[in-house]
Nanobody, 124 residues
């Protein structure tokens, strides 16, 4: 059973950086992708970045491209989201998600597995 556990959220001042972690386990093959989403109060869930486990290919939403960086560490099966230049509008619950077809983009329906989320609050 695939399990995803996020960590690293917290309260941070605008302009600062934060790194989120997603510890992944339970995959039956190396062909999967992991994505980061966020869900702000009153808004729909938004896809931010995705990385392929097999070849490291990445893709970003335009809203975060250039500020957020997704990466992976295969030694500990962890995917990271480095967030720089944080803004109050980045406040949300951040979740990682996984799919096992080999490549998923940034749509919620593509992902079968979800973590519980970690809260990020950016103060002005």
């Amino acid at each position: 059973e695939v399990q995803l556990v996020e960590s690293g959220g917290g309260l941070v001042q605008a302009g600062k950086s934060l790194r989120l972690s997603c510890a992944a386990s339970g995959f039956t093959s190396d062909t999967y992708t992991i994505a980061w989403f966020r869900h702000a109060l009153g808004k729909k869930r938004e896809g931010l970045a995705v990385i392929s486990n097999s070849d490291g290919r990445t893709m970003y939403a335009k809203s975060v491209e250039g500020r957020f960086t997704i990466s992976k560490d295969n030694t500990n099966n962890t995917v990271y989201l480095e967030m720089d230049g944080l803004k109050p509008e980045d406040t949300a619950v951040y979740l990682c998600a996984a799919e096992e077809t080999g490549w998923g983009e940034l749509e919620v329906f593509e992902y079968d597995y979800w973590g519980q989320g970690t809260q990020v609050t950016v103060s002005s």
